[in-house]
């Protein structure tokens, strides 16, 4: 889309020097707007990602090699009742996942690393996670590993299933009252 450089006449080593300095701005210039397009895409990306960490209903925490967290989303945040400046480099399973559930999680996050590997993908698992308080309560958890230019990272997605346990429950306790109860329920 830009001009060419304009071959005037006379002496033809001078007309060849003006038209290669008229060539190297244009290069600058087209490699000028192509960083500016490419800063400005980056941005609009990064944005974008944001919003999307910002507004996701569940929990999405993104954790290196070594577990430590790197990223805590808004609702992860109201979940687990920690501001994100106070996670970040803090380890994931002892900070978010009860006792019980540390060591599958470990075996979870090298599975995740294989299963990438094999092609298999969408994980789910069920554990106990930890709130501030100390409180447990019961999560559904999908890792996805991210391979990133030099290191690779792991995006952990949470789920508060306490809801559909205590449905669960309520199901069962409804179920078993008609079996054990002395007269019949039409």
Same mark, same amino acid.
């Given at each position: 889309g830009a001009k060419q450089p304009v071959m005037e006449r006379g002496n033809q080593l001078f007309v060849l020097e003006d038209w290669i300095r008229q060539f190297?701005?244009?290069v600058?210039?087209?490699r000028e707007e192509?960083?500016?397009q490419h800063e400005s895409e980056m941005q609009e990306s990064e944005m974008l990602k944001q919003a999307i960490m910002e507004t996701a209903l569940d929990s999405i925490i993104t954790i290196d090699l070594k577990g430590s967290i790197i990223e805590f989303n808004h609702t992860a945040e109201l979940? @687990?009742?920690y501001h994100r400046d106070h996670?970040?480099?803090r380890q994931f399973s002892s900070l978010m996942l009860d006792i019980s559930s540390r060591q599958s999680f470990a075996t979870h996050l090298e599975q995740a690393l294989g299963a990438e590997s094999?092609?298999?993908s969408d994980l789910r698992y069920e554990m106990m996670a930890m709130k501030a308080q100390e409180y447990s309560f019961p999560v559904e958890l999908s890792i996805k590993p991210v391979r990133l230019k030099n290191r690779t990272a @792991?995006?952990?997605y949470l789920h508060d299933i306490s809801n559909r346990r205590r449905a669960?429950?309520?199901i069962r306790s409804l179920a078993r009252f008609a079996s054990e109860s002395p007269n019949p329920i039409l």
């Open positions: 190297i701005q244009l600058r210039d087209t192509m960083r500016q979940t @687990f009742g996670v970040i480099g094999a092609g298999a @792991f995006t952990v669960e429950q309520e």
